[in-house]
């Protein structure tokens, strides 16, 4: 079945350390995106990507990077500039292509500082 | 920017009975797509339906139907014959039809059933 997957499901970072969150997919979606969500705050825009090769910032990119070296693939790395990182995080995918295509998502990763 | 609000935080329902949650967005466009994501505990993101604006006829999923009002920007989601695993948070979201693949979820709306 196609679908997204996300690891790992549960993450713990140390201070001054740089995380990857991990994010494929396997539905032949052109863009992918990463969302944090806090609570009460609904889901928020990091990074997203139309293409390879390509990304753009969302609403609340500092503290985070992203890659799209593959179109099955992409990678989240909090950094150490995230001075909050403590969150659930959320990738999506969609099509390009078609109209009014839905997101879908993968399971999450949450995130913790130790 | 599109904005999309939802205004009830907290909604409750009796099971069996029917419920609405409320959603309205801010846009120029005249061609875009809506959709309601549900959220149960299990924090995965499923779709519950999903509208086209320049469709007039309101989408309708099963137990699960919409009140599209263009002119009023008004998406309004309303769940019949509500059950327990209906319990969770629900999230509007917008997408352009044009440029671009950015989505807008609005901040959500948590809804218990209660037995």
Redesign the interface.
């Known amino acids: 079945d196609g679908g997204i997957t996300q690891s790992p499901k549960y993450l713990f970072r140390k201070e001054g350390q740089n995380v990857t969150l991990s994010c494929e997919q396997n539905l032949n979606h ?2 992918m ?1 990463w969302y944090r969500q806090d609570p ?4 928020r ?1 990091i990074y ?1 990507s ?1 293409i390879v090769n390509d990304f753009q910032k ?1 609403d609340i990119a500092e503290g985070y990077s992203v890659s799209r070296e593959k179109k099955e693939s992409f990678p989240l790395t909090v950094t150490s500039a995230q001075k909050n990182p403590t969150a ?1 995080y ?1 990738c ?1 995918s ?1 099509r ?1 292509r078609g ?2 295509q ?4 993968g ?2 990763t949450r995130l913790s500082i130790l | 920017a599109q904005t999309v609000t939802q205004s009830q ?1 907290e909604m409750s329902v009796q099971e069996a009975e029917t419920v609405t949650l409320s959603c309205t967005y801010d846009t120029s466009e005249s061609d ?2 809506l ?1 309601w994501y549900k959220q149960p505990p ?4 499923i ?1 519950v339906i ?1 509208q ?1 604006a320049y469709k007039q006829q309101n989408a309708t999923e099963n137990r699960f139907s919409v009140n599209f009002q263009k002119a009023a920007k008004s998406f309004s989601l309303k769940i019949s014959d509500s059950q327990l695993g209906d319990a969770a948070m629900y ?1 509007c ?1 917008y ?1 352009r ?1 044009n440029t ?4 807008y ?4 709306t948590s809804l218990t059933v209660i037995p």
Do not use: C, I, K, V
Request: proline share 4%.
């Open positions: 052109d863009a995106y009460g705050q609904g889901l825009l997203y139309q969302g659930f959320l999506a969609s390009d109209r009014g839905p997101q879908h998502f399971d999450g | 935080p875009y797509y959709f299990s924090r995965q993101m779709l999903r086209e999230f979201a997408r039809s671009g693949n950015q989505f979820f609005g901040t959500g």
